[in-house]
């Protein structure tokens, strides 16, 4: 019981990084195109936003190589 509610918690954790990692992809993308040569638009992230996509980067890793079961 405790280990299939876990298992679950870790799936809903491993779709929220997957939405985390889409967000900061879209919005890079979004910065990358509408710059021009005359008008840069730099991509500014904060730290802890940041921090959270590393977090999310590496939790997304760690499951393709290892998986989501304890």
Avoid: D, W
Avoid at 34 to 62: D, G, H, R
């Amino acid at each position: 019981m405790i280990l299939a509610t876990l298992n679950r918690i870790l799936i809903i954790i491993f779709f929220m990084s997957i939405l985390t990692t889409i967000r900061h992809g879209y919005y890079f993308i979004n910065a990358l195109l509408t710059s021009t040569e005359e008008e840069p638009v730099k991509y500014k992230v904060s730290n802890q936003s940041l921090i959270m996509l590393c977090v999310a980067i590496s939790y997304i890793l760690t499951v393709l190589f290892t998986g989501i079961t304890l």
